[in-house]
C-alpha cells in the first residue's frame, strides 16, 4: 500500500504475471464471483494514491520554494550590512559580490570641516612662542545637525599640534587631542563657528561628556583610543607639517 507500479509498464508486467490488472492492484488473484468488487475498490486506491502523491510532491515543491526565500532573504540582509558598511567607511564583514560603492561627496560637510579648521588655527596662532611656528589640525567628525535653516552644530574629535622649525629640525611646541561640540551658523554659502564647548578637566570630565554629547556620538567617542582616530589624525597632521616644511 505504500506504491503502484508505473502505468506505462503495468500492462507489460500482468502479461509476464499472467495476470489481469484488478489482480496486480488487489495483490491477489480474483475470482469472477469479486472482480466487479475488486475493480471499484482499486478505482478508489489508485485515485487516494495518485492525490496523496500529488500533495507529497505539493509539499516538497513548497518547502523548496520556502528554503529558496530563507536564502534569497539572508543573502539580501547580507549584501545591505556591508553596503551600509562601505557607506560609513567600515570594513566589509560577508561579501559585495562584486558590488563597489563609491560615496558622493558631501561639499557641505567638507565646507564645515574647513571652517572649523581654519578657526582652531587662527586662535591657536595668536599664543604661538615662535616665529616660524605653524599649527595644523586634524578631526574626525562624528555628526552634522542641521539645528535650524542656518544654525548648526557640529560633534567632532579634533587634534590640534603646533610645531616649527630650529636647524633644520622641526620640533613640536604644543599638542592637544580632545572631543569639541561646535555650533556654526551659514551666511550664504559660508560657515562660521559661533561657539565651541569642551568638557572640563578631572571629576566634572565624565558628567560634561554626557552633557555635550548624544549618546550615539558618546559611544563612539569611548573607542577613540583603540578604533585608530588618534592615529589617523596624526598621521594626518604629520602629512601636511612635512609639507610646510617641505620635509
Request: glycine residues 2%; contains cysteine; proline residues 3%.
Amino acid at each position: 500500500g505504500k506504491g503502484l507500479p508505473d502505468p506505462s509498464i503495468m500492462l507489460e508486467l500482468c502479461n509476464i504475471l499472467k495476470i489481469t490488472a484488478n489482480d496486480l492492484l488487489s495483490g491477489e488473484k480474483v475470482s469472477k464471483k469479486e472482480y466487479e468488487e475488486k475493480f471499484e475498490e482499486n478505482i478508489v486506491n489508485t485515485i487516494d494514491y495518485s492525490n496523496r502523491k500529488v500533495k507529497r510532491i505539493k509539499a516538497i515543491c513548497v518547502f523548496i520554494g520556502i528554503l529558496i526565500l530563507i536564502i534569497l532573504i539572508t543573502l539580501l540582509v547580507l549584501f545591505t550590512i556591508d553596503i551600509t558598511r562601505m557607506r560609513n567607511n567600515e570594513p566589509v564583514l560577508f561579501s559585495t559580490w562584486g558590488y563597489s560603492y563609491i560615496p558622493p561627496i558631501n561639499l557641505e560637510s567638507v565646507n564645515v570641516e574647513k571652517a572649523i579648521k581654519d578657526y582652531l588655527i587662527s586662535e591657536d596662532e595668536k599664543n604661538h612662542h615662535y616665529d616660524n611656528e605653524k599649527s595644523f589640525v586634524a578631526m574626525r567628525d562624528y555628526l552634522i545637525v542641521q539645528e535650524s535653516s542656518n544654525k548648526y552644530y557640529i560633534y567632532a574629535w579634533v587634534l590640534e599640534e603646533s610645531y616649527y622649525q630650529e636647524n633644520d629640525k622641526i620640533i613640536r611646541d604644543t599638542s592637544s587631542s580632545m572631543p569639541y561640540k561646535f555650533e556654526l551658523v551659514k551666511d550664504d554659502d559660508n560657515f562660521i563657528v559661533n561657539n565651541y564647548e569642551i568638557p572640563r578637566d578631572g571629576s566634572y570630565y565624565e558628567k560634561d561628556m554626557k552633557y555635550l554629547f548624544p549618546k550615539s556620538v558618546l559611544k563612539d567617542m569611548d573607542k577613540v583610543h583603540i578604533d585608530g582616530t588618534i592615529e589617523k589624525l596624526s598621521l594626518e597632521i604629520e602629512q601636511d607639517v612635512k609639507l610646510y616644511f617641505h620635509q
